[in-house]
């Protein structure tokens, strides 16, 4: 059985449930989605979905980094979208973070709701 560690930064916005913000098992980081929340004051940050996936991916990119790891490590993302109206908006946001040749797998899927009510939550697995 493979021993798994979690990890926990300030860096990022606790959780709002109960759920770790990553686990790490056999070499991968399992990360639970982000949504715009401000780690400091855990109030969600004010703007549109642009900004929103900015601070998601900022997050992301936090936890990645309290486990060891970096977004360059990235092996598969999931990113869910209130509307998929604001597909092409973080596409763009999306694309600036991922640059380069080599970006993740990825799945885009429009949802029901998102928690807090926000437009768009990103989670990922990466390598350590």
């Not at 970006?103 to 697995?125: F, H, N, Q, Y």
Request: with cysteine.
């Amino acid at each position: 059985m493979t021993e798994r560690r979690i990890v926990s930064t300030p860096h990022a916005p606790a959780a709002i449930g109960p759920y770790s913000q990553a686990v790490i098992a056999g070499g991968l980081v399992h990360c639970s989605g982000q949504i715009a929340l401000d780690p400091t004051t855990g109030a969600l940050v004010e703007g549109d979905v642009v900004v929103q996936a900015e601070q998601v991916l900022k997050n992301l990119g936090a936890v990645l980094e309290a486990a060891g790891t970096s977004l360059a490590r990235a092996l598969k993302c999931t990113v869910y979208l209130s509307d998929m109206a604001h597909f092409a908006a973080v596409n763009e946001v999306y694309a600036r973070w991922f640059s380069g040749d080599t970006p993740p797998a990825r799945a885009t899927v429009a949802v029901a709701g998102l928690p807090k009510g926000v437009d768009v939550e990103i989670d990922c697995v990466a390598l350590l």
